[in-house]
């Protein structure tokens, strides 16, 4: 490789492979483009896309300002749309290459629970959001600007949208709220109440495919019952009191409904199928996570699967057979490596462990009742430390065997253990400080803690703890009337005893990554890099405790991990995971270069390196848990 940092033209970045494939998929589209139909998925880790019937799979996250992606709908023309966890709304008209988020005329809150698009939508461009907290947004421009369209519901909590078809004449669409189903014969403009008043909250609404012939739709409750209207929603009749145990999360009509009678539920982790238009079900199969999602056309049916990714039937629903092909959309979110162990934890999937250098992953067992994760450090010899979101500080190995509470404590944020030195500290939500004096068996509470209401976000030690006894800190301070949101960095020279604030950097942010550089003989704890936001800093060693703050990514995107290589203050290698790949620094960190060939289309969330004879191997982990690498210098 050159000394700039760039890679030659056979240089590129190696395909591991996932830690685990699948993942939660909230919601499914269907959408045809060039006589080939493409499969879309909603998920934690941004929008998928499959172009081979679910064998291969796409990460599209160009644009989104957020990966928390809760719904999906396609257009009949193939533009896309996406809401978030935090009531975001995005378009694509470009087959989700690339993501505008719409502008919105007042500050919505809440999760996008439901998507649905005009019939008519090549004329009249109109786009429905059902949020729960944000009532429901409509947008008549395809998508560039999103108002209020929530006038007469009464609630702000709307789970479902559903629309009619033939609005060329009749601009007939459903929401259901909180309180019951609402009915609009003017686009959303205006509301009123059906009588479908229920005490249970409806989740699902489903219209009629041939709705112009036999007004019919249908509505579901989260305890699986069943409702049905003949005549446009002005009366109702219960169907079934439970078509089956469980949730009800998701429902389906085939385009032939008028014919076939076909309708799909998503009940729980079963699919159910009727084919008498909601008269009998019977379920025809069994998932092994809750169903959360179901979308389709003439050719094919798609569900979305809590944990395990997508299903799909060719046959109306009747059979099933996976559609998760190389799909990696998993919570993962810290990566370290000790030796030859590499090691990744989620906070709701767990701990992975690799001693074949990624090839292959194994989960560790016991972890499950101690979900959610917030933290963990893996010492040397293989001892494995986690902390639990409400528990506290846990004790295991990479056999996965034999965890031990050893502190119980709720709010551990960062956790650091050193059993070699005989020495650990911990950091919570509210700012205190823990510490251990012998390797992590037993906890005190620091009194006093410099960081009171700061949260603590990380804590590193010096690669020669040993001989300079130093740490670092992140914290995130919270912002008020006067000061910004910012985080500060605070160091350590006496294993933890005293320890003073160095920089802050003002930052929304709630993630420090510090580390510092590989193959550096002398006070290589002075050359502490830090990444938060979207800047990476490093310290101007000529001068005490001045760091400088660089933009890493032009466009703006955030520096989740940095790791280096060298002296700073002689052209260190630095290397710098962002939102848009990785990027490289030859001079420090002063200036830095995209390094993502072969990541193309993936966010890189964390970096670490390891030494394999005289050269060194740079791991990523992208979002979603797929890990590549690549020698650098």
Not at 205 to 228: C, I, K, N, R
Not at 286 to 295: H, I, R, W
Not at 511 to 536: K, N, R, Y
Not at 589 to 614: C, M, Q, V
């Given at each position: 490789?050159?000394?700039?940092g760039?890679?030659?033209?056979?240089?590129?970045?190696?395909?591991?492979?996932?830690?685990?494939?699948?993942?939660?998929?909230?919601?499914?589209?269907?959408s045809?483009r060039?006589?080939?139909?493409?499969?879309?998925?909603a998920?934690?880790?941004?929008?998928?896309?499959?172009?081979?019937?679910?064998?291969?799979w796409?990460?599209?996250?160009?644009?989104?300002t957020?990966?928390?992606?809760?719904?999906?709908?396609?257009?009949p023309?193939g533009?896309?749309?996406?809401?978030?966890?935090n009531?975001?709304?995005?378009?694509?008209?470009?087959?989700?290459?690339?993501?505008?988020?719409?502008?919105?005329?007042?500050?919505?809150?809440?999760?996008?629970?439901?998507?649905?698009v005009?019939?008519?939508?090549e004329?009249?461009g109109?786009?429905?959001?059902?949020?729960d907290?944000?009532?429901?947004?409509?947008?008549?421009?395809?998508g560039?600007?999103?108002?209020?369209?929530s006038?007469g519901?009464?609630s702000?909590t709307?789970?479902?949208?559903?629309v009619?078809?033939s609005?060329?004449?009749?601009?007939?669409?459903f929401?259901?709220?909180?309180q019951?189903?609402?009915?609009?014969?003017?686009?959303?403009?205006?509301?009123?109440?059906?009588?479908?008043?229920?005490?249970?909250?409806?989740?699902?609404l489903?219209?009629?495919?041939?709705?112009m012939?036999?007004?019919?739709?249908?509505a579901?409750?989260?305890?699986?019952a069943l409702y049905?209207s003949?005549?446009?929603?002005?009366?109702?009749e219960?169907?079934?009191?439970?078509?089956?145990?469980g949730?009800l999360?998701?429902?389906?009509?085939a385009?032939d409904?008028a014919?076939s009678?076909?309708?799909?539920?998503g009940?729980?982790?079963?699919?159910?199928v009727?084919?008498?238009?909601g008269?009998?079900?019977s379920?025809?199969?069994?998932?092994?996570?809750?169903v959360?999602?179901?979308?389709?056309?003439?050719?094919?049916?798609?569900?979305?699967v809590?944990?395990?990714?997508?299903?799909k039937?060719?046959?109306?629903?009747?059979?099933?057979v996976?559609?998760?092909?190389?799909?990696?959309?998993?919570?993962?979110?810290?990566?370290i490596?000790?030796?030859d162990?590499?090691?990744?934890?989620?906070?709701?999937?767990?701990?992975?462990i690799?001693?074949?250098?990624?090839?292959?992953?194994?989960?560790?067992?016991?972890?499950d009742?101690?979900l959610?994760?917030?933290?963990?450090?893996?010492?040397?010899?293989?001892?494995?430390?986690?902390?639990?979101?409400?528990?506290?500080?846990?004790?295991?190995?990479?056999?996965?065997r034999n965890w031990?509470?050893r502190?119980e404590?709720?709010?551990i944020?960062?956790?650091?253990v050193?059993?070699?030195?005989?020495?650990?500290?911990a950091?919570?939500?509210?700012g205190e400080?823990?510490?251990?004096?012998?390797g992590?068996?037993?906890?005190?509470?620091?009194?006093?803690?410099?960081?009171?209401e700061?949260?603590?976000?990380?804590?590193a030690?010096?690669?020669?703890?040993?001989?300079?006894?130093?740490l670092?800190?992140?914290?995130?301070?919270?912002g008020?009337?006067?000061k910004?949101?910012?985080?500060?960095?605070w160091?350590?020279?006496?294993?933890?005893?005293?320890w003073?604030?160095?920089?802050?950097?003002?930052?929304?942010?709630?993630?420090?990554?510090?580390?510092?550089?590989a193959?550096?003989?002398?006070?290589?704890?002075?050359q502490?890099?830090?990444?938060?936001?979207?800047?990476?800093?490093r310290?101007?060693?000529?001068?005490?405790?001045?760091?400088?703050?660089?933009?890493?990514?032009?466009?703006?995107?955030?520096?989740?991990?940095?790791?280096?290589?060298?002296?700073?203050?002689?052209?260190?290698?630095?290397y710098?995971?962002?939102?848009?790949?990785v990027?490289?620094?030859?001079?420090?960190?002063?200036?830095w270069?995209?390094?993502a060939e072969?990541?193309?289309?993936h966010?890189?969330?964390s970096?670490?390196?390891?030494?394999e004879?005289?050269?060194?191997?740079?791991?990523?982990?992208?979002?979603?848990?797929?890990?590549?690498?690549?020698?650098?210098?």
């Amino acid at each position: 490789m050159s000394l700039t940092g760039q890679a030659s033209t056979n240089e590129r970045w190696q395909r591991v492979g996932p830690v685990l494939g699948g993942g939660t998929v909230f919601g499914v589209a269907v959408s045809s483009r060039a006589g080939k139909t493409c499969f879309w998925a909603a998920t934690a880790c941004g929008v998928f896309l499959s172009e081979d019937g679910g064998e291969h799979w796409q990460q599209r996250l160009n644009g989104l300002t957020t990966p928390l992606v809760s719904a999906l709908v396609a257009a009949p023309n193939g533009d896309l749309f996406a809401g978030s966890l935090n009531a975001e709304l995005f378009r694509s008209v470009d087959d989700g290459m690339t993501w505008e988020r719409g502008t919105q005329g007042w500050d919505a809150e809440g999760t996008v629970t439901g998507m649905a698009v005009s019939p008519s939508y090549e004329e009249d461009g109109t786009v429905f959001a059902a949020l729960d907290g944000g009532a429901l947004m409509a947008s008549r421009n395809r998508g560039k600007h999103w108002e209020d369209a929530s006038f007469g519901m009464n609630s702000m909590t709307v789970i479902a949208v559903a629309v009619a078809p033939s609005w060329e004449r009749y601009e007939t669409l459903f929401g259901a709220t909180d309180q019951g189903v609402y009915v609009s014969r003017n686009g959303g403009r205006a509301w009123r109440a059906t009588p479908l008043m229920l005490d249970e909250q409806v989740g699902v609404l489903v219209v009629s495919p041939a709705y112009m012939e036999d007004q019919t739709l249908f509505a579901g409750t989260e305890s699986a019952a069943l409702y049905v209207s003949n005549d446009q929603g002005r009366t109702w009749e219960q169907l079934h009191e439970q078509i089956g145990e469980g949730a009800l999360n998701c429902m389906w009509a085939a385009p032939d409904f008028a014919t076939s009678g076909r309708l799909l539920a998503g009940i729980d982790d079963g699919i159910f199928v009727s084919s008498d238009r909601g008269v009998t079900w019977s379920r025809v199969a069994e998932m092994q996570g809750a169903v959360l999602s179901l979308a389709g056309n003439q050719e094919v049916v798609v569900a979305g699967v809590h944990n395990v990714g997508v299903f799909k039937s060719l046959d109306g629903g009747l059979t099933w057979v996976s559609a998760t092909g190389d799909l990696a959309a998993r919570g993962l979110a810290q990566f370290i490596i000790k030796d030859d162990i590499l090691c990744t934890m989620g906070p709701q999937e767990g701990v992975f462990i690799s001693e074949d250098q990624g090839a292959s992953w194994r989960a560790l067992e016991g972890l499950d009742m101690y979900l959610p994760l917030t933290a963990i450090s893996l010492a040397e010899d293989g001892q494995l430390f986690v902390a639990n979101q409400e528990i506290g500080i846990l004790r295991g190995n990479t056999t996965g065997r034999n965890w031990r509470l050893r502190y119980e404590k709720a709010g551990i944020s960062a956790l650091l253990v050193l059993p070699e030195e005989n020495v650990g500290w911990a950091g919570t939500v509210e700012g205190e400080l823990l510490s251990s004096h012998d390797g992590g068996m037993s906890w005190q509470v620091v009194e006093e803690p410099p960081t009171a209401e700061q949260e603590v976000l990380t804590i590193a030690a010096s690669p020669d703890f040993a001989e300079d006894h130093t740490l670092y800190m992140g914290t995130a301070i919270e912002g008020t009337r006067v000061k910004p949101a910012r985080v500060a960095l605070w160091r350590s020279r006496n294993k933890g005893r005293t320890w003073h604030q160095i920089t802050t950097q003002e930052t929304d942010s709630h993630w420090v990554h510090i580390s510092m550089p590989a193959d550096v003989t002398e006070a290589v704890a002075d050359q502490a890099i830090l990444a938060t936001g979207p800047f990476c800093l490093r310290p101007l060693r000529r001068a005490k405790d001045v760091w400088i703050s660089t933009v890493v990514d032009p466009n703006g995107s955030n520096v989740l991990s940095v790791v280096g290589i060298g002296e700073i203050d002689s052209g260190a290698m630095l290397y710098a995971a962002t939102g848009s790949g990785v990027y490289s620094s030859s001079d420090g960190g002063r200036t830095w270069h995209p390094f993502a060939e072969g990541l193309e289309g993936h966010s890189i969330i964390s970096l670490a390196l390891r030494k394999e004879g005289d050269a060194r191997i740079l791991y990523a982990m992208g979002l979603g848990g797929l890990i590549f690498k690549r020698q650098v210098a």
